[in-house]
């Protein structure tokens, strides 16, 4: 039996405990703080952030995560403009993107990706753009669709399905499965239709194609489909936030992995010898949330409020041990492994942006292992001016379903096959003397709320959390990819807890 005394435990209380540093852990904590809970934030790793974070390469500071956001709904303007940002806001490039695929005798081939579709799908089969990326052949077998009348009863839940029933695999393989691999880290055959392309089953119905239902939507998403990102980088909204944190008095706790979580019910089987008792004024908590700490002793809050903001894996396996009588082990999809490597270069070459702002990969591209590139500062005007001739881009690597191809590679060896991948996606040749710095950033639990059956799991879990009070979940896994879905669901998220958690007199 060991002398050696357990580490003390610190105990201290909060009105809500939110479980991931994440936007949508920031978004949600700060939605509480400013109505005067006393809130805590606790970060597994080491900064805030997540999936919008920042890398700083040759004196310059990048986003090493999201670089922009869609405008959809609103919400992430409304946010930036809460936070003084709005001034900052920009418009990228309006070049498009470009499509690498295997050419002919075994080497790549290149052409501008087609600017009227929606995920790839184009709403005329048979224009020059088309053509150029699936040839005649694909082009009159996706012009098929136009004339074989749609029979189907009932909706389409897959978009792969749906595309190559309608247009043939040579749109789905060229087209959409690049898309779908950069967008949604998925394969188009499992993601949701109804997600991922709202009202195309719908729009399809009533034009009596796929095409014609793509072409409705285009011309009905014009205005609201835009694209943005900030001056100085998306990183800044972070900064924004903590701020806006700290003046309400929030606290961040950073290095802290949360180990468990229990209903105040069950605390007693969850004391560590050692611990600290609770204050006598403290309020009676609804939930005990330990987390551990690397060097510092661990800690124990009592919370009356808990939001889970953490990323999949985490996030369940906390709800699963918490017992409120729901399992996330058997039937939720494995997370992608997704790895985004940054260059800054020297290559004046590149000034021209040969390849728009940005690069799609058709899988099985010879010579080429990343999925996507952005030639960042080709996309962003205050990226080329901050740059001052130099070149940055970001290759993205890692697919569902597959190993990540960076996994166990050294840091050289891996800034070396970016490089090369780089070569190849923007017809440029490039070496190492022109590499002036480089940088990688992981995230091993992408889950894509798009894919068919999470919405259904998604509402599962919402019904068992409705029943348990004072613990709401949210993040990318819950909410759907990007901002403009993560940032309302947060907000939401917190609203609830705010209904029931504010006192008489409180006010923001």
Known sequence: MSDVAPAPVEHRVADVVVIGGGVAGLVAALECAKVGLQVAVLERRDGIGGCVGRIELDGLSLDSGAESFATRGGAVAELLESLGLTDDIEKPDPAGAWLVMPGPNGTADAAPMPRTGILGIPANPLGGDVRRI???????????????PILRIGRYRSLGHLVRSRMGAAVLDRLVTPISAGVYSSDPNVLDL?????????????????????????????????????????????????????????????????????????????????????PADAPVPGWIVDAARDGDPPIRFDATH?????????????????????????????????????????????????????????????????????????????????????HVVRLSYGRAGEPNPLDGRADDEVTALALADASVLLGTPLDASMVRASGRTAWRDALSHATIGQRDRVRALEDVLAAEPGIEATGSWVAGTGLASVVPHALEAARRIRRVAVRPGDSE
């Open 306 to 390: 808990v939001v889970l903001a953490a990323p999949s894996d985490a996030s369940r396996r906390l709800l699963d041990e918490a017992s409120l009588g729901w399992s996330t082990a058997a039937d939720w999809p494995h997370a992608a492994s997704v790895e985004l490597v940054t260059l800054v270069l020297d290559a004046p070459a590149l000034d021209a942006a040969p390849r728009g702002t940005g690069v799609l990969v058709v899988q099985g591209t010879p010579g080429v292992t990343a999925k996507a590139l952005t030639h960042s500062s080709a996309k962003w005007q205050w990226l080329a001016d901050a740059a001052g001739g130099r």
């Open 134 to 148: 699936i040839g005649w052949r694909g082009a009159i077998r996706a012009y098929a669709d136009r004339l074989t």
């Open 194 to 278: 109804d997600v991922v392309a709202q009202g195309l089953n719908e729009a399809m119905t009533r034009a009596g194609s796929l095409s014609g239902g793509v072409d409705q939507l285009v011309e009905s998403r014009k205005a609201g489909s835009a694209v943005l990102g900030l001056r100085g980088g998306m990183h800044r909204l972070i900064d924004a936030l903590a701020a806006e944190l700290d003046r309400f008095g929030a606290e961040v706790v950073t290095g802290a992995e949360v180990t468990a979580i229990a209903r105040q019910s069950a605390a007693a089987s969850m004391v560590e010898e050692g611990a600290a008792p609770r």
